[in-house]
């Protein structure tokens, strides 16, 4: 369902084009959903102040900011869209290489509220954008911020969350950060990789193979593999190489 969902194939086309432009239908979604939205919580048609975006980070693609700016091309008067309604410290870091504990302290000293609008955001309805949403730590922070400026009501609104085959947190043995499930792009089996990979300072090409299940014969783990002459996939015990060997496999 991943691989064939056009949501999905979206988010990921974000993850590896610098570039990134939102599709149209996020601009009609989401502009439907700041229509619909305060109605839905509140039953009446108030409507929001205030809508904003989680900011780009320095130097990279301002894909959110350009995604409000057409969003509030459907929209006449009444909603103040702000792009620069927050703001991230020079030194913020990506926060894919980090786990939750370690995002909710990055992202609570580096993302701040734009000076210029401390007062404008007193008693106002705020709705927050993000694309994607993984641990909630942007969101908490954001929401934080605005109610400490003492704002009216703070909602969140975003188009997914980052979901796993496999929810376990995995960290890699080799340098310690994050890993996440990635494709073979030539058999197309999935496997685990370090987020620092792309790392220009101190990358780490460190994978591992995802257990499918324990070997019914020995309980050691088996992992899916690809027999390029038949054309086929096959899962394999661990055990075929070790001691003491065990050679079950079982035909997919």
Request: charged letters at 25%; one cysteine or more.
């Amino acid at each position: 369902m991943h691989d064939e969902h056009a949501l999905s194939q979206d988010i990921y086309e974000k993850e590896i084009d610098p570039d990134f432009i939102a599709p149209k239908y996020w601009v009609d979604l989401l502009s439907h959903a700041i229509k619909s939205l305060y109605q839905y919580y509140f039953n009446n048609n108030t409507g929001f102040d205030i809508v904003s975006v989680i900011p780009a980070k320095k130097n990279k693609n301002p894909r959110l900011e350009n995604l409000l700016e057409r969003i509030s091309k459907n929209f006449i008067g009444g909603v103040n869209f702000i792009p620069d309604l927050f703001i991230f410290s020079e030194n913020a870091r990506s926060l894919k290489t980090l786990n939750q504990q370690q995002r909710y302290v990055e992202i609570t000293n580096t993302l701040f509220l734009n000076d210029k609008y401390r007062n404008l955001v007193r008693g106002k309805r705020v709705l927050i954008i993000d694309d994607v949403i993984t641990t909630g730590a942007t969101f908490e922070r954001a929401f934080s911020i605005l109610n400490e400026n003492q704002s009216y009501i703070v909602l969140g609104l975003c188009l997914a969350k980052t979901v796993s085959i496999n929810e376990t947190s995995k960290i890699c043995d080799s340098c310690g950060r994050t890993m996440r499930i990635l494709k073979n792009s030539d058999t197309e089996i999935r496997f685990w990789g370090c987020t620092g990979f792309n790392d220009t300072n101190t990358p780490c090409s460190h994978t591992e193979s995802i257990v499918v299940k324990d070997c019914p014969l020995c309980g050691r783990s088996m992992y899916k593999h690809y027999n390029r002459q038949h054309n086929s996939y096959f899962l394999s015990c661990e055990g075929w190489n070790k001691n003491p060997k065990c050679t079950y496999s079982e035909s997919l």
